[in-house]
């Protein structure tokens, strides 16, 4: 692809990174800038052809680093007030079981909307009880909602090696039984969300829910920073943010390993259960109302908006935001440096939750 220096990013200048990219918020730059992840992203240690062993064990040393980052920006938090939480545990699909871990207010004087939040890291690594997810749902809960985080198979790390669909099939088993049960947990609403990889997953859920007859019981679908094309090895060029913001905290070579640990033989790189983005305009026809919130600084960022126009197109309820100054859920991870902007999507989510 072809430079100018009046194109952002790296189609402008290829030696751009979030350091020095003029767009991105100082405050999340100082932050990354602690962990070293303000500059490119160092070349991956591995490729998708290489083996899945070689792949899984460079996705668990991934999952640990990240999880003592998150360990570090979210462990010393105050507890946010006014919140109980519980753990559930359900029979999966495939004899195994599903815990879910159900945050609400500690006072409510009727039903509420209930969120079934599916966790990001690609689909194959991180934990529903890590640090950064557990907050998230209490903070969501503080707002009035119930959330309910599904803790599913990962194609990876410590709760894997389960490739696609056992995430999506727990997901969905969490997202039923939440509708099955909505009258003892005082829910009025149902509302899929998740971000990144956990975006790719509620999207999923949805057109999962369609295909299986239980749309009608999802109320709506908030996915942020969605993970959902799967063509990170080749990235296309209408997907312009894989080429202007390769290297921003995620990169396609990094991203094409991933997409392999879920879907190790290639079989579904167009089922759109596994890689929404290639869904039909007929398979969304019939959805609830989405919003699908991207990131300015985001690899990903187009193929999250090319799948809002597909929802256009289909006829659904749909609306955009992009979050300004932000690296790929950057919303979701500096609570401390940039508690606004993290505070605008959690009132977000919960003022859709709240108008379904």
């Known amino acids: 692809m072809s430079t100018s220096p009046h194109l952002p990013g790296r189609l402008g200048d290829p030696s751009m990174s979030l350091a ?7 405050r999340m730059v100082a932050v990354m800038a602690q962990f070293e992840l303000d500059g490119h992203t160092p070349p991956s240690a591995v490729g998708p052809d290489d083996s899945m062993d070689a792949i899984h064990e460079v996705l668990s040393a991934t999952e640990e680093g990240y999880g003592a980052i998150w360990q570090i920006l979210f462990g010393d938090l105050p507890p946010v007030e006014g919140v109980t939480s519980r753990t559930e545990v359900i029979p999966g699909p495939d004899g195994n079981d599903v815990s879910l871990y159900i945050h609400e207010p500690a006072d409510r004087s009727g039903p509420v909307p209930a969120i079934v939040h599916t966790h990001g890291g690609g689909m194959v690594v991180a934990a529903a009880a890590d640090a950064n997810y557990v907050r998230w749902r209490d903070e969501l809960a503080a707002t009035g909602l119930v959330v309910v985080g599904t803790e599913f198979r990962n194609g990876g790390g410590k709760l894997g090696p389960h490739p696609f669909p056992a995430g999506l099939n727990d997901c969905a088993a969490g997202a039923r039984w939440v509708t099955d049960n909505a009258e003892q947990l005082g829910v009025s609403a149902v509302v899929l969300s998740g971000e990144s990889g ?9 057109l999962k829910a369609k295909q299986d007859g239980w749309i009608d019981r999802i109320a709506g679908v908030y996915a942020q920073c969605p993970y959902i094309s799967g063509v990170y090895t080749e990235p296309p060029s209408e997907l312009t943010s894989l080429h202007e913001n390769d290297g921003y905290f995620l990169s396609n070579d990094m991203m094409a390993p991933l997409a392999r640990a879920y879907d190790p033989a290639g079989d579904h790189a167009t089922n759109p259960l596994a890689w ?4 039909a305009v007929d398979e969304l026809a019939g959805l609830p109302p989405h919003v699908i919130s991207v990131n300015e600084l985001d690899p990903l960022r ?4 090319a ?4 929802l256009l ?19 979701c991870i500096f609570r401390g440096a940039m508690p606004e902007v993290y505070a605008a999507t ?5 003022a859709f939750a709240t108008s379904r």
């Open 20 to 26: 020095t990219d003029p767009r991105a918020d100082p």
């Open 198 to 206: 956990g975006g790719n997953l509620a999207l999923a859920t949805a």
């Open 276 to 279: 929404p983005y290639h869904a």
């Open 302 to 305: 187009d193929e999250g908006l």
């Open 307 to 310: 799948y809002y126009r597909k």
């Open 313 to 331: 197109a289909a006829g659904v309820d749909a609306w955009s935001r992009t979050v300004n100054g932000t690296c790929h859920a950057g919303d």
């Open 346 to 350: 959690v009132r977000d989510i919960s």
